[in-house]
């Protein structure tokens, strides 16, 4: 059935759906993207709030556009500026704006044009040794985007995605509403977007730290453009610009004028060509006036600072009447056709046109004309000026030029300097740890501070993560039998995931007991490393227990012969029932899954034989094959078991028959002594008959090359070392050295290089030490945590005696915990959680303490520390471990730059360190693209598959049809020709050679090939891996010189490498890539061909199962699962009910059981008459040998509803059903959807966040078995996770599809021990987009700035709860002393210094703080809510206001209380999981969606009050912070003028100090840019982001480091919230949510989720502060997430379950206060949390016992004001009250939607 024609949407952009990310770390990292330059500009004159009209703030607006881009190239972005010759007048104001206007806006936009077209010229005239200056041209010019010099650019680079504008502010009504230029902006998007690229808008960019997150649109194709009518441009045509260029040559050939700069020049040109008068006779007044004025202006640019050039919108004597807009538009057209005529060659220091005019200058000078009196050297500038225009248009302006003035001029006094210089008091503090780094900081403190009613000294003595106490002296309660019973359920399933975790052999890992080294034990390194021992003494008598040994080795020899006879003649007996086999494949497979169960000693009797039998039967194979590309796989894989076999114990018949072999592939073998070979026949005869049928290869280098690749030697150095049970590679020794001298590792190695072991090892070190020492893992994914803990489980096992609590390992993370953290010596955990127990004070308070004991830190996957979410707390583990760290990682960008940080932070503290990088990967990757003919299929059941394990898909195997899958060569991908792409390429041997192939072909003069690259002189004979590595680098070598110049061949070798078939893909992709089936064929078994359906079958065909899918979107991934079980549940159905056979058996069937029925029914009547006498005298062990006896029928085994093989994707030898059902069983019922679980039985998984915990172990354990053969995931089983498969497929688009990301998911294909190649196929994805992700470079690691103001308060309780022992002070110093890894971040310790004593303030002014650092009252509040920052502070304002009391004072009012809960939760809306509601003014959207909905949608706005009180508390941040900056400034960078422009280093300064001061000139800024300050603005902000935005430079102000959140309209730039929560808490409906919301199904449960958890954060914070001392108060608080709670002792077991079906919350009970609370009771569950859940480490810090005892502060009520809760203490209760009430009735809904 065709699909539906979609509707189209009148509106683009609002009707499609962004994501919000980084763009540095989580989309194009160094991938280059493209900007609009129109969009740029508009964009930042709006931001910036540029003096456009009436001014015309020229450099201000070179500044904004400067800004933005520095702020993006510090980042490390790459990016192209576009600008469109058919743009200018469709982006310029409309035609409601003044052709002054439009005239003004061409003119900038030409400046820009050709500013930043000299761009690197200037930057190296400014760059005094900056590497963030640009260095490359990034601005072009295009006649159009339908151009071909645009389409010719887009096709010889990579384009990530371009960023444009969706004028949101301007245009989400109607299409008809739309202004022209906004329709025009829409269309560049439109076009990229059609065209398969992602766009982003300039709309609600937002730059954090390190990051650039923008609101991004995936590919659509089902829009079309605005019809936008093309009116003329002003384009410069040949002639015209033939006479501009005259007319310059002209001026610059001048009498009585030494040397002009573009300015004046410009100037000078647009004067002149402006009209003097109407008639042309007689220039007007006005004309002259205003000439003069321009003129005087111009010479005032070249004398006055930056500083002096701030005026007022309008002078005072301003007379519109004598000023003329026609002069100024004429003024500006001709300078405008100025710019763009001038010459491509201009100096860079003669540019100035970034400065060409200064609007509220030339205001300014023409009011004072009459009154200005200039010095000498500016009268004779500007003399000389009005003689020039008076030459070249006769124009006299002498009479209206201002006076001379006698003497040196009026220059500005210190005090107008100064005058706004002063900066804010802060309150007093001190502290004998901090004040060391704060003693730089020269602030004025406040005084006569009296103190405040006694504040509560927070102290640590519980927290609501952890509800057991932290108080040692507390005995934790034992577990209740429904505790322990879970436990053991717990381990037992622990120890079912870990027996999945094979390694290389297939084996299970068995335990290794570990037994404490003593002094007296021989170290590891020194004991011998051979297997003979000690050497005996020489002629010494044998002992008698040396004589016992002798004679039991004696005997040991001869029973190993007689077993080495028994398995020989086993072996005999095998190989002819291997003969019998009439198939070669199928003989071939059981031969060799025979050699694979062999054991190690067995193998080493009859390996041989064996291995040269297995290469018989491919002898016999590729006999009977014709020349083809499979008959070369086959000869490969000869080659490999003749290579392979002659590593084994070798017989003078194997040797002999491996010599034909060895002549036939021109391979030599190694060296042996066949006089001293054992002889034995061989089992079979003829072999050698066989073998030498086979042909005799070419060139062998050539032939190994081409198809031997996967089978190469593989090894790097490797030698036998006795520390691990492997022989390691070179790289690998020196890791394992590395960790024996304890210094601290950077190990950068591919996925499947061998970095697993060094984790254990260290492990092992540890737990070899001692009992106490302990190793932390830190793992990024729960998933990781998982396996990893499972593995720890089946590697190590150890005695602690009788020590109670103690075991080898345990799980601590978010959702559950699994032994007891502080009892373990690894542990397993998630960086939140590692960060929280060591900034634990009751962690490290003694050596004996958790922390204290930590030996080694190990950072799994540490490239997560450019994430966006959790980097920072990366980073911030990175600075804060206290002992030597490893870290781990496939995939950084910079892996230099970060070791040279990551070294600088290690010695700092102490630990040597050492990076290790290993570049190549153990099993190369092969990638295609799904490529099938357009075709719909019946599909009526999957054929048998019978074939060789031959590696690849592109094999061949499959003669009789064309392969669905096109082989691209990684050279063939690069799409950014650049060194850096090239050298991130990685080949396998066959690339190597056919590079070298096609170089050799299209080599010339200019670009030759050197001859040492000839692989016959570049490689031996047999070539290894380790060889082939080096002569890929030498190849890379020689095509980097190839790569960057356009005129190479290089663009040659690529097509010739891609060839036909894929440049036809390339050229002519399909429109429909939708590889879906149409939802209204539900039940049908057609299939289109580039379905996944499909992608799957051909894969099974061609024997690359299993595979991994990843798609992106968790909704997709159960999809793509429900559209393959779909396919196969029809075909089976249409089977069943038309196969005669079937119907047949299952009739033959349901009669047989119908009569075992009647013979059952038979058979209890018979039991009934018996009497007991009759049952005594059959005896148990009786019946059970008449149940043998009874014959076993064939039906007994079957079902009927059981899937048919033809039917599934299962691989039903790797498990048994027996076993697959026990998997099943143990998910439980109701808790994974019905659909999932049949999948589960055909063969089919999915593994996402979303999906229950247990249902993503049963599938990691059945695909790793191997029943599972395709997998479905997000990134879930991209980061570690042991998951091995022939193949990984990217099927779907997805922003997240990324350089990482591909990298990650792209690792899990050919798993080391596994395959010998993995693959990895694009499926669903524009073809050029495929190209730029495999090809794409991974990101840099751009850390964050990691000084948060809760980290702060943090770090205070840390000091506080130790005494400022040593561990405190050097975490503290570790977060405040060590560099950066954020690039852009402080350039010096005093900068963070003054952020952190305003910080400082900024508590002290809440009420946290006190003078002397003890964390005061809501500290603990603040800590349990870190994860919400900023909102918590914001919160806490509301609280600390008495908002809350107020606000609640009814909650005990029944007709009052679901009033106030309402009220509650739309405050709590705007604070907490905010999402913007984009869509807002889209009219139709308002009036088809909203207004019919059952959700509000629109979030109301906040009630009067707390508006008031947010933005007093906005307010009173931003003036601590503008203090900051004042003082800071004042302080350190009064000597360092802000004038230079951020991206171009271009300086503005004058030449010559003015010596005039204009009388209405504005005083100089002291926080504010003066670049800013051009358009009027002084040291006044509205707001906070304000501040940070025109802040001048030199000071590091990070607007997410400071503690507030846009509330008002102001500060959120009118954009209402999304009322999804309020919504959801009034009708519990999940789909509307979806529906009507607009919230993406698969996030819904997880925001609703974050938001049950910031409700658990808050009531369990109240319990802690109202109820100190109540032990039971300290249990009760809390969630539990599990499905089998209702014990009362789960708490303490915390092993949470995860997922819809699994969640549960607990109010607890209230304070012993007794609280009145109108609900009903429910049983005390204790605290589980989803977030950083219990812990007997304290977890945050901060949850705590006050104390009612006199602080040290002395602080001023008046200046600090009366806390609310000091004022009532009854209303304090009333708000626990009230949000324990909100808490259980959002908790009531969550659950019914099956939470």
């Known amino acids: 059935m065709a699909s539906k024609k979609k509707k189209e949407s009148p509106i683009w952009m609002p009707a499609a759906e962004p994501i919000k990310l980084d763009i540095v770390g989580d989309f194009s990292g160094k991938g280059l993207f493209g900007i609009h330059g129109d969009a740029l500009l508009s964009y930042c004159l709006e931001s910036a709030n540029v003096d456009f009209d009436p001014g015309f703030q020229l450099l201000h607006a070179v500044h904004a556009v400067e800004s933005v881009l520095a702020k993006l190239q510090d980042r490390g972005c790459n990016f192209h500026i576009f600008w469109f010759d058919d743009d200018e007048n469709f982006s310029a104001p409309s035609s409601d704006s003044s052709k002054e206007v439009a005239s003004k806006y061409h003119l900038a936009r030409s400046v820009l044009i050709k500013h930043f077209a000299l761009a690197p010229s200037l930057a190296d005239r400014h760059r005094d040794g900056e590497s963030n200056s640009p260095s490359k041209n990034i601005s072009f010019c295009f006649p159009s985007t339908h151009s071909e010099v645009f389409s010719t650019h887009l096709a010889n680079h990579a384009f990530r995605f371009f960023?444009?504008?969706?004028?949101?502010?301007?245009?989400?009504?109607?299409?008809?509403?739309?202004?022209?230029?906004?329709?025009?902006?829409?269309?560049?998007?439109?076009?990229?977007?059609?065209?398969?690229?992602?766009?982003?808008?300039?709309?609600?960019?937002?730059?954090?730290?390190?990051?650039?997150?923008?609101?991004?649109?995936?590919?659509?194709?089902?829009?079309?453009?605005?019809?936008?009518?093309?009116?003329?441009?002003?384009?410069?045509?040949?002639?015209?610009?033939?006479?501009?260029?005259?007319?310059?040559?002209?001026?610059?050939?001048?009498?009585?004028?030494?040397?002009?700069?573009?300015?004046?020049?410009?100037?000078?040109?647009?004067?002149?060509?402006?009209?003097?008068?109407?008639?042309?006779?007689?220039?007007?007044?006005?004309?002259?006036?205003?000439?003069?004025?321009?003129?005087?202006?111009?010479?005032?640019?070249?004398?006055?600072?930056?500083?002096?050039?701030?005026?007022?919108?309008?002078?005072?004597?301003?007379?519109?009447?004598?000023?003329?807009?026609?002069?100024?538009?004429?003024?500006?057209?001709?300078?405008?056709?100025?710019?763009?005529?001038?010459?491509?060659?201009?100096?860079?220091?003669?540019?100035?046109?970034?400065?060409?005019?200064?609007?509220?200058?030339?205001?300014?000078?023409?009011?004072?004309?009459?009154?200005?009196?200039?010095?000498?050297?500016?009268?004779?500038?500007?003399?000389?000026?009005?003689?020039?225009?008076?030459?070249?248009?006769?124009?006299?302006?002498?009479?209206?030029?201002?006076?001379?003035?006698?003497?040196?001029?009026?220059?500005?006094?210190?005090?107008?300097?100064?005058?706004?210089?002063?900066?804010?008091?802060?309150?007093?503090?001190?502290?004998?740890?901090?004040?060391?780094?704060?003693?730089?900081?020269?602030?004025?403190?406040?005084?006569?501070?009296?103190?405040?009613?006694?504040?509560?000294?927070?102290?640590?003595?519980?927290?609501?993560?952890?509800?057991?106490?932290?108080?040692?002296?507390?005995?934790?309660?034992?577990?209740?039998?429904?505790?322990?019973?879970?436990?053991?359920?717990?381990?037992?399933?622990?120890?079912?995931?870990?027996?999945?975790?094979?390694?290389?052999?297939?084996?299970?890992?068995?335990?290794?007991?570990?037994?404490?080294?003593?002094?007296?034990?021989?170290?590891?390194?020194?004991?011998?490393?051979?297997?003979?021992?000690?050497?005996?003494?020489?002629?010494?008598?044998?002992?008698?227990?040396?004589?016992?040994?002798?004679?039991?080795?004696?005997?040991?020899?001869?029973?190993?012969?007689?077993?080495?006879?028994?398995?020989?003649?086993?072996?005999?007996?095998?190989?002819?029932?291997?003969?019998?086999?009439?198939?070669?494949?199928?003989?071939?497979?059981?031969?060799?899954?025979?050699?694979?169960?062999?054991?190690?000693?067995?193998?080493?009797?009859?390996?041989?034989?064996?291995?040269?039998?297995?290469?018989?039967?491919?002898?016999?194979?590729?006999?009977?094959?014709?020349?083809?590309?499979?008959?070369?796989?086959?000869?490969?894989?000869?080659?490999?078991?003749?290579?392979?076999?002659?590593?084994?114990?070798?017989?003078?018949?194997?040797?002999?028959?491996?010599?034909?072999?060895?002549?036939?592939?021109?391979?030599?073998?190694?060296?042996?002594?066949?006089?001293?070979?054992?002889?034995?026949?061989?089992?079979?005869?003829?072999?050698?008959?066989?073998?030498?049928?086979?042909?005799?290869?070419?060139?062998?280098?050539?032939?190994?090359?081409?198809?031997?690749g996967p089978y190469l030697e593989r090894s790097f150095d490797s030698a036998p070392d006795s520390r691990v049970p492997f022989e390691p590679d070179a790289w690998q020794r020196k890791v394992l050295d590395a960790v024996d001298a304890k210094r601290s590792l950077l190990v950068v190695a591919p996925t499947s290089a061998g970095k697993t072991f060094?984790?254990?090892?260290?492990?092992?070190?540890?737990?070899?030490?001692?009992?106490?020492?302990?190793?932390?893992?830190?793992?990024?994914?729960?998933?990781?945590?998982?396996?990893?803990?499972?593995?720890?489980?089946?590697?190590?096992?150890?005695?602690?005696?009788?020590?109670?609590?103690?075991?080898?390992?345990?799980?601590?993370?978010?959702?559950?915990?699994?032994?007891?953290?502080?009892?373990?010596?690894?542990?397993?955990?998630?960086?939140?959680?590692?960060?929280?127990?060591?900034?634990?004070?009751?962690?490290?308070?003694?050596?004996?303490?958790?922390?204290?004991?930590?030996?080694?830190?190990?950072?799994?996957?540490?490239?997560?520390?450019?994430?966006?979410?959790?980097?920072?707390?990366?980073?911030?583990?990175?600075?804060?471990?206290?002992?030597?760290?490893?870290?781990?990682?496939?995939?950084?960008?910079?892996?230099?730059?970060?070791?040279?940080?990551?070294?600088?932070?290690?010695?700092?503290?102490?630990?040597?360190?050492?990076?290790?990088?290993?570049?190549?990967?153990?099993?190369?990757?092969?990638?295609?693209?799904?490529?099938?003919?357009?075709?719909?299929?019946?599909?009526?059941?999957?054929?048998?598959?019978?074939?060789?394990?031959?590696?690849?898909?592109?094999?061949?195997?499959?003669?009789?049809?064309?392969?669905?899958?096109?082989?691209?060569?990684?050279?063939?991908?690069?799409?950014?020709?650049?060194?850096?792409?090239?050298?991130?390429?990685?080949?396998?041997?066959?690339?190597?050679?056919?590079?070298?192939?096609s170089m050799v072909r299209h080599q010339n003069e200019q670009y030759p090939v050197s001859e040492s690259l000839n692989p016959k002189k570049a490689l031996a004979n047999p070539t290894k891996k380790s060889d082939v590595v080096a002569w890929e680098s030498k190849l890379k070598e020689t095509l980097s010189g190839w790569i960057v110049d356009s005129k190479s061949p290089f663009k040659a070798v690529q097509n010739d490498l891609r060839g036909s078939r894929w440049l036809e893909i390339l050229s002519t992709h399909l429109d429909e890539q939708g590889g879906g089936r149409d939802l209204e064929q539900v039940a049908s078994s057609s299939v289109p061909s580039n379905s996944v359906f499909s992608l799957v079958v051909d894969l099974r065909s061609s024997g690359s199962l299993p595979a991994i899918l990843f798609n992106f979107d968790r909704v997709s991934c159960e999809e793509i699962v429900r559209e393959i079980l779909d396919v196969l549940e029809s075909a089976e159905k249409q089977f069943k009910e038309n196969d005669r056979a079937w119907i047949t058996k299952v009739a033959a069937y349901e009669k047989w059981k119908a009569v075992q029925e009647l013979a059952k029914r038979k058979g209890s009547k018979a039991v009934k008459g018996k009497t007991q006498g009759d049952e005594e005298k059959t005896s148990k062990s009786e019946q059970q040998r008449d149940n043998a006896n009874r014959d076993t029928s064939k039906w007994d085994s079957f079902d009927p509803d059981a899937p048919l093989a033809q039917f599934s994707f299962a691989d039903t030898t790797k498990m048994t059903q027996a076993e697959v059902q026990e998997r099943i069983w143990s998910l439980g019922k109701g808790s994974v959807p019905p659909e999932f679980i049949r999948a589960l039985r055909r063969g089919l998984g999915v593994h996402h966040a979303g999906m229950n915990r247990n249902y993503r172990q049963a599938v990691e354990m059945m695909a790793r078995k191997g029943y599972l053969t395709v997998v479905t995931a997000t990134g879930t089983l991209a980061l570690g996770v042991n998951l091995p498969c022939k193949t990984v497929v990217f099927t779907g688009d997805s922003v997240y599809l990324t350089a990482l990301n591909y990298r990650q998911g792209s690792g899990r294909a050919g798993r080391r021990g596994f395959d010998l190649l993995g693959n990895v196929v694009f499926h669903n994805i524009h073809p050029h987009r495929a190209l730029d992700i495999m090809s794409a470079r991974l990101p840099d690691l751009k850390g964050q700035f990691p000084t948060s103001v809760t980290l702060v308060l943090r770090l205070f309780s840390l000091l506080h709860g130790t005494n400022n022992s040593e561990f405190a002070m050097n975490a503290v110093r570790g977060l405040l002393t060590q560099n950066r890894l954020f690039l852009g971040g402080p350039a010096s310790q005093m900068s963070i210094a003054h952020h952190l004593r305003f910080t400082i303030d900024y508590l002290r002014r809440q009420h946290l703080l006190s003078r002397t650092g003890e964390p005061l009252n809501f500290s603990g509040l603040i800590g349990h809510l870190y994860y919400t920052e900023n909102a918590v502070f914001a919160f806490h304002a509301l609280l600390k206001e008495g908002y809350w009391h107020e606000i609640c004072a009814d909650i005990n009012n029944p007709t009052r209380q679901q009033d106030v809960l309402l009220e509650m939760m739309t405050v709590l809306c705007h604070l907490f999981c905010r999402v913007p509601c984009v869509r807002f003014a889209n009219k139709t959207w308002l009036e088809d969606t909203v207004k019919r909905s059952s959700s509000i949608v629109l979030l109301p706005a906040l009630p009067e009050k707390a508006d008031k009180i947010l933005e007093g508390h906005n307010r009173q941040t931003l003036d601590i912070f503008q203090g900051y900056v004042t003082s800071f400034a004042v302080q350190h960078l009064s000597d360092t003028p802000d004038i230079e422009l951020p991206y171009t280093k271009s300086k503005v300064q004058p030449v010559e100090a003015a010596g005039v001061k204009m009388p209405t000139v504005l005083p100089p800024t002291t926080v504010r840019s003066p670049f800013a300050a051009l358009s009027g603005y002084q040291d006044d902000f509205h707001s906070i982001h304000e501040l940070c935005e025109t802040v001048r430079s030199g000071v590091f102000l990070e607007e997410s480091a400071i503690p507030y959140i846009p509330v008002t309209a102001e500060e959120t730039g009118k954009m209402p919230w999304?009322?999804?929560?309020?919504?959801?808490?009034?009708?519990?409906?999940?789909?509307?949510?979806?529906?009507?919301?607009?919230?993406?199904?698969?996030?819904?449960?997880?925001?609703?989720?974050?938001?049950?958890?910031?409700?658990?954060?808050i009531v369990a914070s109240f319990e802690n502060f109202l109820n100190p001392n109540s032990e039971e108060g300290e249990d009760n608080i809390g969630l539990e997430m599990d499905d089998e709670a209702g014990d009362e002792e789960l708490g303490e077991q915390a092993q949470v379950e995860e997922g819809m079906k699994n969640l549960r919350l607990g109010a607890g009970s209230q304070s012993t206060s007794k609280t009145p609370v109108v609900a009903k009771k429910k049983k005390k569950v204790v605290v589980d949390s989803w977030d950083d859940e219990d812990s007997d480490d304290g977890s945050d810090a901060e949850s705590g016992k006050g104390l009612g005892v006199e602080g040290s502060s002395k602080s001023d009520t008046t200046s600090l004001g009366v806390p609310s809760w000091e004022q009532d203490g009854t209303s304090l209760k009333n708000v626990h009250a009230a949000f324990a009430l909100l808490m259980e009735e959002w908790n009531d809904k969550f659950h019914k939607i099956g939470a």
């Open 163 to 708: 960023l444009a504008s969706d004028s949101s502010t301007k245009c989400l009504g109607e299409e008809q509403d739309a202004k022209q230029e906004d329709r025009r902006l829409l269309r560049f998007l439109k076009q990229m977007h059609t065209a398969g690229y992602f766009v982003a808008t300039f709309e609600n960019m937002e730059f954090k730290s390190s990051k650039v997150y923008v609101c991004m649109y995936s590919p659509r194709s089902d829009i079309t453009p605005f019809a936008v009518k093309n009116d003329a441009t002003i384009s410069l045509d040949a002639e015209r610009q033939d006479a501009i260029h005259e007319k310059l040559k002209q001026i610059s050939m001048l009498d009585g004028i030494d040397h002009l700069t573009v300015r004046e020049t410009v100037t000078l040109y647009a004067l002149s060509s402006v009209p003097a008068s109407q008639d042309n006779e007689r220039p007007t007044p006005s004309y002259a006036r205003n000439a003069a004025a321009v003129l005087v202006q111009l010479v005032a640019l070249r004398h006055l600072a930056l500083s002096e050039r701030s005026f007022p919108d309008q002078p005072p004597d301003w007379d519109p009447g004598q000023y003329l807009p026609s002069f100024a538009s004429g003024f500006y057209d001709a300078a405008n056709e100025a710019i763009q005529a001038w010459p491509e060659s201009i100096s860079p220091d003669d540019w100035d046109a970034f400065d060409l005019f200064d609007g509220r200058l030339f205001f300014a000078v023409w009011a004072e004309l009459a009154r200005m009196a200039l010095p000498q050297h500016m009268a004779d500038e500007l003399a000389q000026l009005t003689r020039c225009l008076e030459q070249l248009s006769a124009v006299d302006v002498t009479k209206h030029l201002p006076q001379l003035h006698g003497g040196g001029g009026d220059k500005p006094s210190k005090s107008d300097k100064k005058a706004n210089t002063s900066t804010s008091s802060v309150l007093a503090f001190n502290h004998p740890v901090l004040d060391q780094y704060l003693e730089k900081v020269k602030i004025t403190t406040q005084v006569n501070e009296p103190s405040a009613s006694a504040p509560r000294i927070f102290e640590e003595l519980t927290h609501w993560h952890n509800t057991k106490s932290l108080d040692p002296k507390r005995i934790p309660k034992p577990k209740g039998f429904f505790a322990r019973k879970k436990d053991q359920k717990f381990r037992a399933d622990t120890i079912a995931y870990s027996a999945s975790l094979t390694g290389a052999s297939g084996k299970n890992i068995e335990p290794e007991i570990i037994v404490v080294k003593t002094s007296n034990d021989v170290p590891e390194e020194v004991k011998p490393k051979h297997a003979g021992g000690v050497a005996k003494a020489k002629n010494r008598p044998m002992s008698g227990k040396e004589k016992a040994l002798e004679k039991v080795r004696l005997l040991n020899e001869q029973k190993s012969a007689q077993k080495s006879d028994a398995v020989v003649s086993s072996w005999r007996e095998r190989c002819k029932e291997f003969e019998k086999e009439t198939s070669l494949v199928a003989r071939y497979q059981k031969a060799e899954k025979y050699l694979l169960g062999l054991s190690k000693g067995h193998v080493g009797v009859i390996g041989g034989e064996v291995g040269l039998y297995l290469a018989v039967t491919l002898a016999q194979l590729q006999d009977a094959c014709k020349p083809s590309k499979f008959k070369s796989a086959l000869l490969a894989m000869l080659w490999y078991r003749m290579t392979s076999t002659a590593k084994y114990s070798l017989t003078k018949e194997i040797f002999q028959s491996l010599s034909i072999l060895s002549a036939d592939f021109r391979t030599p073998l190694d060296p042996v002594a066949v006089e001293s070979l054992p002889s034995r026949p061989l089992p079979v005869k003829d072999l050698d008959k066989e073998l030498k049928k086979v042909p005799s290869v070419g060139d062998p280098i050539d032939f190994q090359l081409e198809f031997c």
């Open 758 to 997: 060094i984790s254990f090892y260290a492990m092992k070190t540890v737990l070899q030490s001692n009992d106490d020492d302990v190793i932390v893992y830190v793992a990024p994914t729960k998933a990781l945590v998982n396996q990893i803990a499972a593995e720890i489980q089946a590697r190590f096992t150890k005695s602690y005696g009788h020590q109670a609590g103690r075991s080898v390992w345990a799980i601590h993370t978010r959702d559950y915990r699994v032994n007891n953290p502080q009892g373990c010596q690894v542990l397993v955990t998630v960086p939140s959680i590692l960060q929280i127990m060591l900034l634990a004070p009751s962690n490290s308070k003694d050596a004996k303490a958790f922390s204290r004991r930590i030996k080694w830190i190990i950072f799994d996957e540490v490239h997560c520390i450019g994430q966006a979410e959790d980097g920072v707390i990366w980073e911030q583990l990175l600075l804060l471990a206290p002992c030597p760290l490893i870290a781990l990682s496939a995939t950084i960008g910079n892996p230099d730059e970060f070791r040279d940080w990551l070294r600088d932070v290690q010695t700092r503290k102490g630990f040597e360190f050492e990076m290790v990088m290993h570049t190549a990967r153990y099993s190369d990757l092969r990638k295609f693209y799904h490529d099938p003919e357009p075709a719909v299929t019946e599909f009526g059941g999957l054929a048998p598959v019978e074939r060789l394990p031959l590696p690849g898909l592109d094999s061949g195997q499959n003669q009789d049809k064309k392969s669905t899958f096109l082989p691209v060569h990684p050279i063939a991908s690069i799409v950014d020709r650049s060194r850096e792409t090239l050298a991130d390429t990685s080949l396998e041997p066959a690339d190597c050679l056919s590079l070298w192939k």
């Open 1618 to 1657: 999304n009322a999804y929560l309020l919504d959801f808490f009034k009708h519990g409906d999940l789909k509307a949510l979806v529906r009507e919301n607009g919230i993406k199904q698969g996030d819904v449960w997880f925001k609703l989720k974050d938001f049950a958890l910031v409700l658990a954060s």
